[in-house]
DNA sequence: ACAAGGATCCTCT
DNA sequence: GAGGATCCTTGTT
């Protein structure tokens, strides 16, 4: 793990080109380190799929505010959802991380969820979420800064897969079928793999 | 004030 | 592969 967390400058950039660099990014929180293995990437304007669709809201909020922030959620009112906010402060865009791997902290993790874990590996926003004790507190938290919860350098992918978001049917067709899902083609358990074919390089669409 | 829907997960079959 | 859990956010009355 890196000493400086990942600079903002890198997030600071279309929401798809900033999934990319963060694919294999480190989130850290105290001594739990976990390597980010899949995310989705959600854009404004221009995105059907997104939070930010219907204008700002109490909700979505984070979404306008600077690149680096987390923005914190609650889905089907019991998942607990982490987004890094991307682009610039006019735009609304984010990148929700649905898969990491756990590479230190395991016991906290194990608490977390009250129940024994797979192989060290997270698939599911949800189950990412419930790992860090996600709560509404979190929304806003800037994961540019030590400390609390932060993103690091890691190990980016040798090999890439690409394809549809996951559980957006109310967005129109194109941007349902929009390959802005992006993974680890080295990870072992990325979430609704099927879907998913393999990419030379990194998606920047 | 009310109704509808949701960026999911788990437990069955 | 299908369906229920569960409750907050949103848009409408």
Do not use: F
């Not at 660099?21 to 899949?38: P, S, T, Y």
Request: proline share 7%.
């Amino acid at each position: 793990m890196a000493a400086e967390p990942l600079g903002r400058e890198a997030l600071a950039v279309d929401a798809l080109v900033a999934a990319g660099r963060l694919v294999g990014a480190h989130l850290v929180q105290g001594e739990l380190v976990m390597r980010i293995v899949e995310v989705e990437a959600y854009r404004w304007p221009d995105d059907t799929a997104c939070h930010a669709r219907a204008g700002r809201t109490a909700r979505n909020a984070t979404m306008w505010g600077p690149a680096g922030h987390a923005y914190v959620y609650l889905c089907y009112g019991l998942h607990w959802m982490l987004n890094v906010v991307t682009d610039g402060p006019d735009a609304a865009s984010a990148v929700l991380i649905r898969g990491v791997e756990v590479l230190a902290g395991h016991d906290v993790v194990a608490a977390r969820r009250g129940r024994r874990l797979a192989p060290g590996v997270l698939a599911g926003p949800g189950k990412v979420g419930a790992a860090l004790g996600l709560d509404a507190r979190w929304d806003g938290h800037d994961l540019c800064a030590p400390g609390g919860l932060a993103l690091h350098p890691g190990r980016p992918p040798l090999r890439w897969l690409a394809g549809p978001r996951v559980g957006i049917d109310y967005a129109t067709p194109e941007h349902v079928a929009a390959p802005w899902r992006l993974a680890d083609a080295d990870s072992d358990q990325v979430s609704h793999r099927r879907a998913l074919v393999a990419v030379p390089g990194v998606p920047t669409g």
